[in-house]
């Protein structure tokens, strides 16, 4: 039986977690994530831009960006502020899957469990780039982790299968993504009211057009990860640098790459925004 004190033990428990899981330094962190997340969304675009005319050796993905970052007078010390910055993406994303996040869609478990494993990806993120600023080696571009990964899986009974569907979702990921820029639902978990007429329209313009393109990559990459698992083939797998390559070989040639590299800078520009004006 449960005692009367051990629901006011238990709730004050809660409540308390619940606290600390939206503390002002949660917020802090979150807010330097969002511009972390910015500045590698930039970068990743000048890269592909640069890949799009053949005047660069390096990849255009987050393993470029940090090669990019680290090259810099600064490099050191911006490595860590970048990786402070997605470890404090990855502990906001994982108080959101433990609490719940803000508005009543986000305690639902569908929210908590992407929250959930954004918070796995962030912490990915973040263990990479302090490998290479601890001089512990290089991060490996996306597309040799896709072929890697994809690989791995296929050697398992069912493998081919579980590409398939991973594929599919990323597919579906992508058009979700750039149906929610297209129809402005991004403006819901910003705070527009602190906003200026002119800086509203800025940026709904970078969200908007921003998250287009990163909805067109994430469901290019499925789309290439669904003919791994029909051919069987492990290589046919791309990451991200690879993905936006392969924009080159459409009948536009480079400008279409240009132009979703345009895209992802917008979307880094429109990152920033939320640091500043994202509800936490």
Request: charged share 15%.
């Amino acid at each position: 039986m449960v005692t009367p004190t051990a629901r006011f033990r238990t709730g004050g428990a809660r409540s308390a977690a619940h606290r600390a899981g939206n503390s002002k330094y949660v917020d802090w962190l979150a807010r330097a994530g969002f511009a972390a997340r910015g500045l590698m969304y930039v970068l990743i675009g000048i890269l592909a831009v640069e890949v799009a005319f053949g005047t660069s050796g390096r990849k255009a993905d987050q393993s470029g960006a940090v090669r990019l970052v680290g090259q810099t007078p600064f490099g050191g010390a911006l490595l860590w502020l970048l990786a402070i910055g997605f470890a404090g993406m990855a502990l906001w994303r994982l108080s959101e899957a433990l609490y719940g996040g803000p508005g009543p869609d986000g305690r639902k478990m569908s929210s908590r469990l992407i929250a959930g494993f954004k918070a796995v990806l962030y912490a990915f993120i973040t263990y990479s780039i302090l490998k290479y600023a601890l001089g512990l080696g290089a991060p490996k571009s996306s597309n040799k982790q896709s072929v890697d990964v994809t690989a791995t899986a296929m050697r398992h009974p069912g493998g081919q299968v579980l590409v398939g569907i991973v594929g599919l979702v990323l597919i579906g990921v992508g058009v979700w993504l750039a149906w929610r820029a297209f129809e402005r639902k991004f403006l819901s978990d910003l705070r527009t009211g602190e906003m200026s007429a002119q800086t509203r329209k800025v940026v709904t313009f970078l969200g908007r057009f921003g998250g287009i393109a990163r909805g067109i990559v994430f469901g290019a990459a499925g789309v290439f990860l669904m003919i791994a698992a029909f051919t069987g083939n492990a290589h046919k797998a791309k990451g991200i640098d690879a993905t936006l390559l392969a924009f080159t070989r459409t009948p536009a040639g480079p400008w279409l790459l240009v132009l979703v590299a345009i895209g992802l800078m917008l979307f880094g520009g429109y990152s920033f925004a939320e640091s500043r004006w994202r509800r936490l």
